[in-house]
């Protein structure tokens, strides 16, 4: 007669061997939290649950990122017991790398990468940011939309308009940005005719947050000339007397 005998094992886990980051990669938008998973496995790839480390976390984000504090797993009933979920917030365009590691077994520490895209549309800039021009000289303006992060706002198809103190100006037309050509960024031009100090405004025709503003100071040309010198730390106190003096003349009486 054959006896068949069995025999039950409890098999328990090995010491905390390598930590798992998930996802390890994915499509996130600036200042948008999102939540990631820290798994600690043994050797054999069993979940650690008896795991009681403190880990933290770092990232390749310059913002800096809105990163967890430094966390301890806990085990038991209502415990991590080898897993927990963290909130995360990237601000800055590009490929941004996030890393979890041990606080004191630095082996223990797995990387994820992360591609941010640019949030809403936030402010205008317009650039350069006022100075001097020539009564009639052709300006040439770059006009960026970037998100609240600092970020250009690729993906802006605002339409802009322009408008300008000087009632003789030549301003460019209403313009819609165009995602695949011009991914927030635009050049266009501008001509002031009227001497003294002028301002050109651009805003976003149906988003009144979205706007910027500077002033350029119009000269006659010949003048221009003679007060812009490419080196202006040579130039000498009377000289700029006179141009202050110039310039007034030139607003109160015109040319």
Not at 111 to 129: G, I
């Amino acid at each position: 007669i054959g006896v068949n005998v069995s025999s039950v094992w409890k098999v328990s886990f090995a010491v905390a061997d390598h930590i798992d980051l998930t996802p390890n990669s994915g499509l996130v938008v600036a200042g948008e939290s999102f939540q990631v998973i820290v798994t600690v496995y043994d050797a054999y790839d069993n979940v650690a649950v008896n795991y009681t480390g403190t880990v933290n976390f770092t990232s390749t984000d310059p913002y800096p990122a809105s990163l967890p504090a430094n966390y301890t797993f806990t085990t038991g009933i209502g415990g991590d017991n080898g897993v927990h979920t963290f909130t995360i917030t990237l601000y800055t365009v590009g490929n941004q790398g996030l890393t979890v590691v041990d606080n004191v077994t630095s082996t223990l520490t797995d990387t994820s990468t992360f591609t941010v895209s640019n949030a809403a549309p936030f402010s205008l800039n317009m650039t350069p940011m006022g100075g001097y021009t020539a009564k009639g000289g052709v300006i040439s303006l770059t006009v960026t939309a970037y998100d609240a992060f600092g970020n250009v706002a690729v993906n802006y198809t605002g339409t802009v308009s322009f408008a300008s103190s000087d009632l003789l100006a030549v301003l460019p037309s209403d313009y819609t940005f165009d995602e695949a050509v011009d991914m927030g960024v635009h050049v266009f031009t501008a001509v002031l005719y009227t001497d003294g100090v002028q301002w050109i405004n651009v805003s976003d025709l149906f988003n009144v947050t979205l706007f910027d503003n500077h002033t350029w100071s119009v000269l006659i040309p010949d003048f221009l000339e003679l007060y812009s010198p490419t080196s202006p730390q040579t130039v000498t106190a009377d000289v700029h007397e006179i141009s202050v003096q110039v310039i007034a003349w030139n607003m109160t009486v015109g040319v």
